[in-house]
């Protein structure tokens, strides 16, 4: 993703002005690299919640996933949703950190 961000025009603009290299990664080429990768970071943690329930139910480890799947097992409709309660809080919680963190690395989407 670097790699393909040195090329763009805003790169070349900031070199031919005489910026030096190490400011033109910095301040430029490296916000833009890491959009698609926090996208990725941020987005993917409802998938790993999800993921956290199959492994502790695989391997006994204790936890919120084991506690889920136990319940489901029993039925017991107060803890299912108490734990979709808790998992659904905290992808919100990581979906504002990712909306937060764009706003800091891109100052286009901060005006929107």
């Given at each position: 993703?670097?790699?393909?961000?040195?090329?763009?025009?805003?790169?070349?603009?900031?070199?031919?002005?005489?910026?030096?290299?190490?400011l033109?990664?910095?301040?430029?080429?490296?916000?833009?690299?890491?959009?698609?990768?926090?996208?990725?970071?941020?987005?993917?943690?409802?998938?790993?919640?999800?993921?956290?329930?199959?492994?502790?139910?695989v391997?006994?480890?204790?936890?919120?996933?084991?506690?889920?799947?136990?319940?489901?097992?029993?039925?017991?409709?107060?803890?299912?949703?108490?734990?979709?309660?808790?998992?659904?809080?905290?992808?919100?919680?990581?979906?504002?950190?990712?909306?937060?963190?764009?706003?800091?690395?891109?100052?286009r989407?901060?005006?929107?």
């Amino acid at each position: 993703s670097l790699l393909e961000v040195m090329g763009e025009d805003f790169v070349m603009t900031a070199r031919a002005k005489g910026v030096p290299d190490r400011l033109v990664r910095r301040s430029h080429a490296v916000p833009n690299a890491l959009l698609p990768t926090l996208t990725l970071v941020f987005y993917s943690f409802g998938f790993i919640l999800g993921g956290s329930v199959i492994v502790e139910a695989v391997y006994s480890w204790p936890g919120l996933g084991l506690l889920t799947y136990r319940a489901i097992q029993d039925l017991d409709y107060n803890v299912i949703q108490a734990v979709f309660l808790l998992f659904s809080l905290a992808v919100i919680a990581f979906n504002l950190a990712a909306d937060i963190t764009y706003g800091y690395l891109d100052p286009r989407v901060r005006e929107a």
